[in-house]
């Protein structure tokens, strides 16, 4: 790994390059060199590697009525490891990977217990299509459609006095989630608005978190709430500093499960849990250091501003608790 | 979590299948050579704009194989730099990056081709023998260079998609046990440019640039193409597959040529260059739009009007001939053709036949017949025919072509000694041979090991990968044999015809290489026998040579060094050679002494005077083109005069005079290259002295011949080839697979291949990664650098997947009210390292030597981390031998022979901590275990011919085909299921192997549900044609032919038997509900046909199929579909889940029987595969 991050740092930072590996190609479309003129999509040719690390600190939750409770004697942290690949396919496409890696501790002072456990996340697959662009200033408007694929650990250990009493956490939903949206971003001299809008489509799936209670055996079927979601950004740029505040807003329906149905739609049997829809409203702000065409530096807050209780913890992707999130990123690209 | 149910599980994701396909395939050193070099170093030109890479040996003394590129890879880095800037100019697109030439000098055959992306066109030294007939003689490496660097430029502009990934694959899957279906598809969005534009566009940005030697040979395949109506449709001229006839691939890169000639003459010289741009902006799948958005005009309605120019200009010029007076002669033939009707009803005749009849009818007289010629005492006739040389006793005057008579009216004693006497002889394609004067021999151009030709056994190991051409005398001398005659008693033939065993010519003995002339090449004899004179390769250039009969006393009679020679001929007398020469643009006619002295030339002009004839009469016979067409000429030395001998509207070519002063020649049709012959009574006679530049002048002629470029220059920027400088820029394919791993499991698995190499091959490096729920990350390396090719792979895949459990209360499947299904869900891996090592032995034949160790494990609800349950090691010995020829671009193989066997020996360590580190299986327990494995897989492709009954003639216009398979194999001892031969259905998009191939074997069976440590297994299938050359196209979907495919299978896997149920006494139960012995002795090997399989509960299994398969392309790709309904005739029991339906049913003992009580019934079973193959 560090041999592959020296070579994409020599080829981020060096002059073009000629031939073979590092040949810069003919092909390839221009880059801008500042945050706020580049386009959604990655320019055609261009490969980045986005190195990225954040930890939330998870102090507390939002109860049903979307109160904060913060927790008495616990702490929740929850670090995720990132690498995202991102290619500028052709002239209007971007495909791009992201693979995280999760580590969560749970400490309990008042019990005495710390439970750490780590796993592969889940990994996100997008498209991007531009449909229309102008540049100069810059005008972009994107679609975009992304799948999730329940990659990460499942499995919730033994559960020796009940399955409540699990040794490793889950870091993911267990089930595919399907996505797609547009974006869109306009700039007007050093600053650019950016939004976007979606809706995550949540598929079901037999997962090995939910026991079936009966005979602590088997496994049963769980469908997460569908996800309405969208942002506003606005983002400042001197020189090579570009600063970014963007509120991001989720509606969360209410997640459903039970045993696998019949025929072609195996979801018919499933009940919904109570409460497990909701709103939640956080703000990112992010900080961005465009050291080169290649090379990128920004640091992340997300900071969260409102949230309803969603019944599912520890799973942060279905219950994020309540707390601060703070990361960096490394971002080359060649 | 059932332990059981996870051990079961695993055996129905298959994923064990992964291990025994993930053997090294056969070696495949790179993309060039069967062969690694590694007695070769590399260095490398750096130009401005190219690198050149070329090799040397490394050891010169005492090397028969030594060569050295060097002056070859100087003119490749002049031509390229020379060309590089109107190349570019053409498309208005400058090229930032380096494109890296690979010259090969390894072969005496050519190579030329670019792959864009990777910055990367390779191309041999040597252009090879037949080329330039095709077209034309030409300064090779400017053209091949131009042509492959007009693709680099016209490619990587017209590509939508960025360089580092061509395309996108779809595919999908959908495996449905209830119903029992599988179908699957698959497409690759990628680029859609057809064919015609592709090889034409450069072609004509060649021409545009100043460096394309488009010469009259060219002009006469596209001029006889449309009088013999031989035109490719605009259709088939998209698609570079399923051009299987004579001359289509050739005529797809002429009429792309002029396909884009006339779009400059009526739309602009930029036209189709803009082509180029216009492709990049946007991608569609049907790219011929492209041509309508920048000329305003239908591509179909452009080839129409093409077509009617063209057609009127051909017309008129053949027009011209006739009026002058067509003097043709007539094709060698044994009869009269239908084609060469006399009156109109004949003609009626002709006409009424469908146009691929009339095709089919015209190439079946021959279509590469080159050298027609007899020897000078008139006993012997030969012709090289397609790629051999027909040799033959026949006097002269029985050819029907020089006097009307044909073989109908011959005595059958007549008929019977030519057949006898008559042979094919391995000579190299489009290479000239000669007789030896005073003696039953021939002397012939044939290769170092006789390899690659069928009329020569194969079954020679060739290891140093070298098949340079070499010279031969072949002895003519005829064996003696006895025959019954009329039932009677045997009399005593002469015959030339060889022995055979298993239908194989093994008659070697009657060749004999001459010593001293590898790379040698069109050979000439002495008049007196004596000495033989041939063309000597070297570095890019061929050279005059002269030789004794033994090898001794070699001498270049010439040294140039940018060179061709062509078709050397001997002065009656024996005094002098005559030949002509290709040198810096010019081709001329050359007399000099036979020992080297005094060359000089008989003509100077811009004509291709070529195949230069000495015939007995002192005249010199040749063909050139002064009109544009090419002719026969006689040339008089004594009166400095030429004679147009012949005057054809295709090209005659090659003279040779008969003893008796006949012309024979070869002909150009649309049909082919045909022998000819011209009595002497019917020469044209017309003098055109005044073509040919008869008044040379000698001083000037020796300036030209002793110039040679200096390219000294190049020595400076010349170094030793560094591969870490040379690696490919990665390409990369993302996949997008839809499937489901069980009946309610469904995901979609995003991935992507990556390739890299470096330039000339030596490392390879492969990555795939795909991520969604089931993960997998595969390398590999491939080290081409030494003898063997060393392959190295690691790989990790995991899977989750869920499934059910039938819970039946009173055990009774038959009541139904109290049953519920228990769902499960497992997460599994499996981890495999590989080294294996394969060397070619010789073109049909390869050896491989493999080690790959592995593991398996899983992680149920209640594990924190992954279970490992067993690790496995197993090494085996590979023996493949494969004449299959499949057609190109699909793959109804028409013949050919498949044969791998392979002995291996393994070792087991189940290691599960649930089980003890034990499992059971068949009754036994084990633990850590060592087995030796054989297997063995035989195909025959038969083709069926017509057996001689006019009824069954069909057969032989369209391939008909009988294919068996034989598959055996044997464990020496029971194993763990996952160690067992496995049998089934499997579809073509599965991503995992491990069913027997083919994989239309026991299809009528769910996959994997047949197992056992023996297998028996037999299948035989008729394949026939149903609809063949369609060639139509409908948007970007091209369908050229269907096929259909009846057959069966009839055999059975036996496993090791647990003690029979009611010998309570040797057995007991295990946890899980498995019978296991107390004695391992108990547990019995399975006989093959005598017991019954346990596991199935049959003696035999028995299927039937029947499928349709459809050739076709889609946006110029090759994708073809298929569609099999298979029939089972047998009810078969398993393991767990033998129906399929993903729920295990836990009757009887729970959840661990040994045997379920469900079973797959008898009945259909449908594969529907589009775009997958099959």
Same mark, same amino acid.
Not at chain 2, 81 to 99: A, D
């Given at each position: 790994?560090?041999?592959?991050?020296?070579?994409?740092?020599?080829?981020?930072?060096?002059?073009? =390059?000629?031939?073979?590996?590092?040949?810069?190609?003919?092909?390839?479309?221009?880059?801008?060199?500042?945050?706020?003129?580049?386009?959604?999509?990655?320019?055609?040719?261009?490969?980045?590697?986005?190195?990225? =690390?954040?930890?939330?600190?998870?102090?507390?939750?939002?109860?049903?009525?979307?109160?904060?409770?913060?927790?008495?004697?616990?702490?929740?942290?929850?670090?995720?490891?990132?690498?995202?690949?991102?290619?500028?396919?052709?002239?209007?496409?971007?495909?791009?990977?992201?693979?995280?890696?999760?580590?969560?501790?749970?400490?309990?002072?008042?019990?005495?217990?710390?439970?750490?456990?780590?796993?592969?996340?889940?990994?996100?697959?997008?498209?991007?299509?531009?449909?229309?662009?102008?540049?100069?200033?810059?005008?972009?408007?994107?679609?975009?459609?992304?799948?999730?694929?329940?990659?990460?650990?499942?499995?919730?250990?033994?559960?020796?006095g009940g399955p409540l009493n699990v040794s490793s956490f889950v870091f993911t939903t267990g089930t595919p989630d399907a996505k797609l949206g547009?974006?869109?971003?306009?700039?007007?001299?050093?600053?650019?608005?950016?939004?976007?809008?979606?809706?995550?489509?949540?598929?079901?799936?037999?997962?090995?978190?939910?026991?079936?209670?009966?005979?602590?055996?088997?496994?049963?079927?769980?469908?997460?709430?569908?996800?309405?979601?969208?942002?506003?950004?606005?983002?400042?740029?001197?020189?090579?500093?570009?600063?970014?505040?963007?509120?991001?807003?989720?509606?969360?329906?209410?997640?459903?499960?039970?045993?696998?149905?019949?025929?072609?739609?195996?979801?018919?049997?499933?009940?919904?849990?109570?409460?497990?829809?909701?709103?939640?409203?956080?703000?990112?702000?992010?900080?961005?250091?465009?050291?080169?065409?290649?090379?990128?530096?920004?640091?992340?807050?997300?900071?969260?501003?409102?949230?309803?209780?969603?019944?599912?913890?520890?799973?942060?992707?279905?219950?994020?608790? +309540?707390?601060?999130?703070?990361?960096?990123?490394?971002?080359?690209?060649? | 979590?059932?332990?059981?149910?996870?051990?079961?599980?695993?055996?129905?994701?298959?994923?064990?299948?992964?291990?025994?396909?993930?053997?090294?395939?056969?070696?495949?050193?790179?993309?060039?050579?069967?062969?690694?070099?590694?007695?070769?170093?590399?260095?490398?030109?750096?130009?401005?704009?190219?690198?050149?890479?070329?090799?040397?040996?490394?050891?010169?003394?005492?090397?028969?194989?030594?060569?050295?590129?060097?002056?070859?890879?100087?003119?490749?880095?002049?031509?390229?730099?020379?060309?590089?800037?109107?190349?570019?100019?053409?498309?208005?697109?400058?090229?930032?990056?380096?494109?890296?030439?690979?010259?090969?000098?390894?072969?005496?055959?050519?190579?030329?081709?670019?792959?864009?992306?990777?910055?990367?066109?390779?191309?041999?030294?040597?252009?090879?023998?037949?080329?330039?007939?095709?077209?034309?003689?030409?300064?090779?490496?400017?053209?091949?260079?131009?042509?492959?660097?007009?693709?680099?430029?016209?490619?990587?502009?017209?590509?939508?998609?960025?360089?580092?990934?061509?395309g996108v694959l779809l595919s999908t899957l959908y495996q449905d046990g209830i119903h029992d279906t599988a179908s699957g598809a698959e497409v690759?969005?990628?680029?859609?440019?057809?064919?015609?534009?592709?090889?034409?566009?450069?072609?004509?940005?060649?021409?545009?640039?100043?460096?394309?030697?488009?010469?009259?040979?060219?002009?006469?395949?596209?001029?006889?193409?449309?009088?013999?109506?031989?035109?490719?449709?605009?259709?088939?001229?998209?698609?570079?597959?399923?051009?299987?006839?004579?001359?289509?691939?050739?005529?797809?890169?002429?009429?792309?040529?002029?396909?884009?000639?006339?779009?400059?003459?009526?739309?602009?010289?930029?036209?189709?260059?803009?082509?180029?741009?216009?492709?990049?902006?946007?991608?569609?799948?049907?790219?011929?739009?492209?041509?309508?958005? /920048?000329?305003?005009?239908?591509?179909?309605?452009?080839?129409?009007?093409?077509?009617?120019?063209?057609?009127?200009?051909?017309?008129?010029?053949?027009?011209?001939?006739?009026?002058?007076?067509? /003097?043709?002669?007539?094709?060698?033939?044994?009869?009269?053709?239908?084609?060469?009707?006399?009156?109109?009803?004949?003609?009626?005749?002709?006409?009424?036949?469908?146009?691929?009849?009339?095709?089919?009818?015209?190439?079946? #007289?021959?279509?590469?017949?080159?050298?027609?010629?007899?020897?000078?005492?008139?006993?012997?006739?030969?012709?090289?025919?397609?790629?051999?040389?027909?040799?033959?006793?026949?006097?002269?005057?029985?050819?029907?072509?020089?006097?009307?008579?044909?073989?109908?009216?011959?005595?059958?004693?007549?008929?019977?000694?030519?057949?006898?006497?008559?042979?094919?002889?391995?000579?190299?394609?489009?290479?000239?041979?000669?007789?030896?004067?005073?003696?039953?021999?021939?002397?012939?151009?044939?290769?170092?090991?006789?390899?690659?030709?069928?009329?020569?056994?194969?079954?020679?190991?060739?290891?140093?990968?070298?098949?340079?051409?070499?010279?031969?005398?072949?002895?003519?001398?005829?064996?003696?044999?006895?025959?019954?005659?009329?039932?009677?008693?045997?009399?005593? +033939?002469?015959?030339?015809?060889?022995?055979?065993?298993?239908?194989?010519?093994?008659?070697?003995?009657?060749?004999?290489?001459?010593?001293?002339?590898?790379?040698?090449?069109?050979?000439? /004899?002495?008049?007196?026998?004596?000495?033989? =004179?041939?063309?000597?390769?070297?570095?890019?250039?061929?050279?005059?040579?002269?030789?004794?009969?033994?090898?001794?006393?070699?001498?270049?009679?010439?040294?140039?060094?940018?060179?061709?020679?062509?078709?050397?001929?001997?002065?009656?007398?024996?005094?002098?050679?005559?030949?002509?020469?290709?040198?810096?643009?010019?081709?001329?006619?050359?007399?000099?002494?036979?020992?080297?002295?005094?060359?000089?030339?008989?003509?100077?002009?811009?004509?291709?005077?070529?195949?230069?004839?000495?015939?007995?009469?002192?005249?010199?016979?040749?063909?050139?083109?002064?009109?544009?067409?090419?002719?026969?000429?006689?040339?008089?030395?004594?009166?400095?005069?030429?004679?147009?001998? #012949?005057?054809?509207?295709?090209?005659?070519?090659?003279?040779?005079?008969?003893?008796?002063?006949?012309?024979?020649?070869?002909?150009?049709?649309?049909?082919?290259?045909?022998?000819?012959?011209?009595?002497?009574?019917?020469?044209?006679?017309?003098?055109?002295?005044?073509?040919?530049?008869?008044?040379?002048?000698? #001083?000037?002629?020796?300036?030209?011949?002793?110039?040679?470029?200096?390219?000294?220059?190049?020595?400076?920027?010349?170094?030793?080839?560094?591969?870490?400088?040379?690696?490919?820029?990665?390409?990369?394919?993302?996949?997008?697979?839809?499937?489901?791993?069980?009946?309610?499991?469904?995901?979609?698995?995003?991935?992507?291949?990556?390739?890299?190499?470096?330039? /000339?091959?030596?490392?390879?490096?492969?990555?795939?990664?795909?991520?969604?729920?089931?993960?997998?990350?595969?390398?590999? +390396?491939?080290? =081409?650098?030494?003898?063997?090719?060393?392959?190295?792979?690691?790989?990790?895949?995991?899977?989750?997947?869920?499934?059910?459990?039938?819970?039946?209360?009173?055990?009774?499947?038959?009541?139904?009210?109290?049953?519920?299904?228990?769902?499960?869900?497992?997460?599994?891996?499996?981890?495999?390292?590989?080294?294996?090592?394969?060397?070619?032995?010789?073109?049909?034949?390869?050896?491989?030597?493999?080690?790959?160790?592995?593991?398996?494990?899983?992680?149920?609800?209640?594990?924190?981390?992954?279970?490992?349950?067993?690790?496995?090691?197993? #090494?085996?010995?590979?023996?493949?031998?494969?004449?299959?020829?499949? %057609?190109?671009?699909?793959?109804?193989?028409?013949?050919? %022979?498949?044969?791998?066997?392979?002995?291996?020996?393994?070792?087991?360590?189940?290691?599960?901590?649930?089980?003890?580190?034990?499992?059971?299986?068949?009754?036994?327990?084990?633990?850590?275990?060592?087995?030796?494995?054989?297997?063995?897989?035989?195909?025959?492709?038969?083709?069926?011919?017509?057996?001689?009954?006019?009824?069954?003639?069909?057969?032989?216009?369209?391939?008909?085909?009988?294919?068996?398979?034989?598959?055996?194999?044997?464990?020496?001892?029971?194993?763990?299921?996952?160690?067992?031969?496995?049998?089934?259905?499997?579809?073509?998009?599965?991503?995992?192997?491990?069913?027997?191939?083919?994989?239309?074997?026991?299809?009528?069976?769910?996959?994997?549900?047949?197992?056992?440590?023996?297998?028996?297994?037999?299948?035989?299938?008729?394949?026939?044609?149903?609809?063949?050359?369609?060639?139509?196209?409908?948007?970007?979907?091209?369908?050229?032919?269907?096929?259909?495919?009846?057959?069966?299978?009839?055999?059975?896997?036996?496993?090791? %038997?647990?003690?029979?149920?009611?010998?309570?006494?040797?057995?007991?139960?295990?946890?899980?509900?498995?019978?296991?012995?107390?004695?391992?002795?108990?547990?019995?090997?399975?006989?093959?046909?005598?017991?019954?399989?346990?596991?199935?509960?049959?003696?035999?299994?028995?299927?039937?199929?029947?499928?349709?398969?459809?050739?076709?392309?889609?946006?110029?790709?090759?994708?073809?579909?298929?569609?099999?309904?298979?029939?089972?005739?047998?009810?078969?029991?398993?393991?767990?889940?033998?129906?399929?339906?993903?729920?295990?049913?836990?009757?009887?003992?729970?959840?661990?029987?040994?045997?379920?009580?469900?079973?797959?019934?008898?009945?259909?079973?449908?594969?529907?595969?589009?775009?997958?193959?099959?």
């Amino acid at each position: 790994m560090r041999r592959f991050l020296a070579t994409m740092m020599v080829l981020a930072l060096s002059a073009d =390059a000629y031939a073979g590996v590092g040949a810069v190609k003919t092909m390839r479309q221009p880059l801008p060199a500042k945050e706020v003129e580049r386009s959604l999509n990655m320019p055609k040719g261009w490969l980045e590697f986005d190195f990225g =690390a954040q930890r939330k600190i998870g102090v507390g939750s939002w109860t049903a009525d979307g109160e904060k409770h913060l927790f008495d004697s616990t702490q929740w942290t929850y670090d995720t490891a990132r690498l995202d690949v991102r290619y500028g396919m052709s002239n209007r496409v971007e495909i791009w990977w992201s693979v995280p890696f999760h580590q969560a501790r749970l400490t309990n002072e008042l019990q005495g217990t710390d439970t750490k456990d780590a796993s592969l996340g889940d990994a996100w697959f997008g498209y991007r299509l531009n449909l229309s662009r102008q540049d100069s200033p810059l005008s972009d408007l994107v679609f975009e459609a992304a799948y999730k694929g329940p990659m990460g650990q499942e499995a919730p250990g033994t559960y020796l006095g009940g399955p409540l009493n699990v040794s490793s956490f889950v870091f993911t939903t267990g089930t595919p989630d399907a996505k797609l949206g547009f974006a869109g971003k306009r700039q007007f001299g050093p600053i650019a608005l950016s939004a976007h809008a979606g809706y995550m489509k949540r598929f079901s799936g037999v997962v090995q978190y939910l026991v079936e209670l009966d005979n602590y055996q088997f496994s049963g079927r769980m469908k997460p709430g569908d996800v309405i979601y969208g942002d506003v950004g606005l983002l400042g740029q001197v020189g090579v500093f570009a600063v970014q505040a963007q509120p991001e807003f989720q509606q969360r329906f209410a997640s459903r499960i039970g045993t696998t149905g019949p025929g072609l739609n195996p979801s018919s049997n499933l009940y919904e849990v109570e409460g497990s829809d909701g709103l939640s409203m956080d703000l990112r702000l992010t900080g961005t250091v465009n050291l080169t065409r290649g090379v990128d530096v920004s640091v992340m807050a997300l900071l969260p501003m409102m949230g309803e209780d969603l019944q599912f913890f520890p799973l942060e992707d279905i219950h994020p608790t +309540y707390g601060n999130t703070y990361g960096a990123t490394l971002e080359l690209r060649y | 979590m059932n332990p059981t149910s996870t051990r079961r599980a695993l055996m129905g994701l298959g994923l064990t299948a992964l291990v025994s396909g993930l053997a090294p395939s056969e070696a495949q050193a790179g993309f060039v050579f069967e062969y690694n070099y590694p007695d070769l170093d590399w260095y490398t030109i750096e130009t401005d704009h190219f690198y050149v890479h070329y090799p040397v040996s490394k050891v010169e003394e005492g090397n028969d194989h030594y060569l050295n590129a060097e002056y070859s890879a100087r003119r490749a880095a002049e031509a390229s730099e020379e060309m590089f800037e109107p190349v570019c100019s053409n498309f208005n697109y400058y090229l930032t990056e380096k494109i890296h030439v690979v010259l090969v000098n390894q072969t005496d055959y050519l190579e030329g081709f670019t792959v864009p992306p990777w910055d990367w066109i390779v191309i041999s030294a040597n252009p090879g023998s037949y080329f330039y007939r095709m077209r034309g003689r030409m300064e090779w490496f400017s053209d091949v260079l131009v042509h492959e660097f007009g693709h680099v430029i016209s490619l990587k502009l017209d590509a939508y998609n960025a360089e580092g990934t061509q395309g996108v694959l779809l595919s999908t899957l959908y495996q449905d046990g209830i119903h029992d279906t599988a179908s699957g598809a698959e497409v690759f969005l990628g680029g859609a440019e057809p064919f015609w534009w592709t090889e034409g566009v450069t072609e004509y940005s060649s021409d545009e640039a100043g460096y394309n030697w488009w010469s009259n040979s060219r002009e006469q395949n596209i001029r006889m193409t449309f009088l013999d109506e031989r035109l490719l449709s605009y259709d088939e001229l998209i698609i570079a597959f399923d051009k299987n006839q004579w001359g289509d691939g050739e005529r797809n890169y002429q009429q792309g040529y002029s396909l884009n000639a006339y779009i400059r003459e009526r739309f602009g010289d930029k036209a189709t260059f803009e082509m180029a741009r216009k492709g990049g902006e946007k991608w569609r799948p049907n790219w011929h739009v492209v041509v309508e958005e /920048v000329t305003g005009v239908r591509m179909e309605q452009i080839y129409d009007d093409w077509k009617a120019y063209n057609s009127a200009r051909y017309q008129a010029e053949w027009d011209e001939v006739r009026a002058e007076g067509e /003097v043709i002669g007539r094709e060698m033939t044994s009869s009269v053709g239908d084609w060469e009707y006399s009156d109109p009803d004949g003609k009626d005749k002709w006409y009424s036949k469908k146009q691929e009849d009339r095709e089919t009818a015209r190439e079946r #007289t021959g279509t590469w017949y080159f050298y027609a010629k007899y020897s000078q005492d008139g006993k012997w006739y030969a012709e090289n025919a397609t790629g051999a040389l027909k040799v033959s006793e026949q006097p002269e005057r029985l050819v029907g072509a020089l006097q009307d008579e044909f073989a109908g009216s011959e005595a059958a004693a007549t008929k019977q000694r030519k057949s006898d006497m008559s042979f094919w002889i391995p000579n190299e394609f489009g290479h000239t041979y000669d007789f030896v004067p005073g003696k039953d021999e021939i002397v012939f151009t044939g290769n170092e090991h006789l390899m690659g030709s069928p009329y020569v056994s194969g079954g020679r190991v060739e290891l140093d990968g070298y098949e340079w051409k070499a010279i031969y005398i072949a002895d003519l001398s005829p064996t003696t044999k006895e025959k019954r005659k009329d039932r009677g008693e045997k009399v005593a +033939y002469e015959t030339l015809k060889p022995n055979k065993i298993l239908g194989k010519r093994w008659d070697r003995d009657r060749y004999t290489i001459v010593p001293n002339t590898l790379r040698g090449h069109d050979p000439a /004899v002495s008049p007196d026998g004596t000495k033989i =004179a041939f063309l000597q390769y070297e570095d890019g250039a061929d050279n005059l040579a002269i030789i004794n009969f033994d090898g001794t006393e070699k001498t270049l009679l010439t040294d140039f060094r940018n060179s061709f020679v062509q078709n050397i001929d001997w002065s009656p007398d024996g005094t002098q050679l005559v030949f002509s020469l290709f040198k810096d643009q010019r081709q001329d006619l050359y007399i000099m002494n036979a020992d080297g002295t005094d060359m000089r030339a008989i003509n100077r002009d811009p004509w291709e005077d070529q195949d230069a004839h000495w015939a007995q009469d002192g005249n010199i016979y040749f063909s050139s083109d002064p009109d544009g067409k090419f002719n026969i000429f006689r040339y008089e030395p004594e009166a400095n005069k030429v004679v147009q001998i #012949t005057n054809v509207i295709g090209g005659a070519q090659i003279p040779s005079i008969t003893p008796a002063g006949d012309l024979l020649y070869t002909y150009y049709t649309g049909n082919g290259f045909k022998d000819y012959a011209l009595p002497q009574a019917e020469f044209f006679e017309k003098d055109v002295s005044n073509l040919f530049g008869l008044d040379v002048d000698q #001083t000037e002629v020796q300036e030209f011949l002793a110039y040679t470029q200096d390219l000294s220059k190049y020595e400076a920027v010349t170094t030793p080839y560094n591969f870490a400088r040379a690696i490919m820029p990665p390409t990369a394919v993302p996949i997008i697979k839809f499937e489901n791993d069980t009946m309610t499991n469904f995901g979609l698995t995003p991935g992507f291949q990556v390739f890299t190499q470096d330039y /000339v091959g030596d490392h390879t490096a492969f990555l795939v990664g795909q991520t969604g729920e089931d993960p997998l990350l595969l390398g590999s +390396y491939t080290y =081409a650098g030494w003898y063997p090719t060393i392959d190295l792979m690691a790989y990790h895949y995991q899977a989750k997947f869920d499934y059910g459990y039938l819970i039946d209360d009173d055990n009774d499947l038959e009541t139904t009210d109290d049953q519920s299904v228990y769902e499960g869900k497992q997460h599994q891996f499996v981890n495999i390292g590989m080294v294996g090592i394969n060397y070619p032995l010789n073109g049909r034949v390869n050896l491989g030597l493999s080690s790959r160790i592995y593991q398996y494990g899983f992680k149920t609800s209640s594990d924190t981390t992954f279970q490992p349950y067993m690790y496995g090691t197993e #090494t085996s010995l590979d023996f493949t031998y494969n004449t299959v020829r499949a %057609r190109y671009g699909h793959m109804n193989a028409h013949g050919g %022979r498949y044969l791998q066997a392979s002995l291996g020996h393994g070792f087991t360590d189940m290691v599960y901590a649930g089980y003890n580190g034990f499992d059971s299986d068949d009754g036994q327990l084990l633990d850590k275990y060592h087995y030796n494995r054989a297997q063995v897989n035989w195909t025959e492709h038969i083709p069926l011919g017509g057996f001689g009954l006019d009824a069954l003639d069909f057969m032989t216009k369209r391939p008909h085909t009988f294919e068996w398979t034989f598959q055996a194999g044997a464990i020496d001892r029971n194993v763990q299921y996952q160690d067992e031969f496995r049998a089934g259905g499997v579809h073509p998009a599965y991503m995992g192997t491990g069913a027997i191939q083919p994989n239309n074997q026991f299809s009528g069976y769910p996959a994997f549900s047949l197992s056992g440590e023996t297998m028996l297994v037999a299948s035989a299938g008729y394949r026939f044609p149903i609809i063949t050359d369609i060639d139509r196209r409908w948007g970007a979907f091209y369908l050229y032919d269907i096929h259909a495919q009846v057959g069966g299978t009839a055999g059975n896997l036996w496993s090791f %038997r647990p003690p029979e149920e009611d010998d309570t006494s040797a057995y007991y139960y295990d946890n899980y509900g498995q019978r296991v012995a107390y004695d391992p002795s108990s547990v019995r090997r399975e006989i093959p046909f005598i017991d019954k399989a346990y596991k199935n509960n049959n003696w035999m299994l028995f299927d039937t199929m029947a499928e349709v398969r459809v050739s076709s392309a889609l946006m110029t790709a090759s994708w073809s579909s298929f569609f099999r309904v298979s029939y089972a005739f047998n009810e078969i029991t398993g393991i767990q889940d033998p129906n399929g339906d993903d729920i295990s049913e836990t009757t009887d003992t729970g959840f661990g029987n040994s045997l379920s009580a469900e079973t797959e019934k008898p009945g259909p079973r449908f594969y529907l595969g589009i775009g997958t193959g099959w």
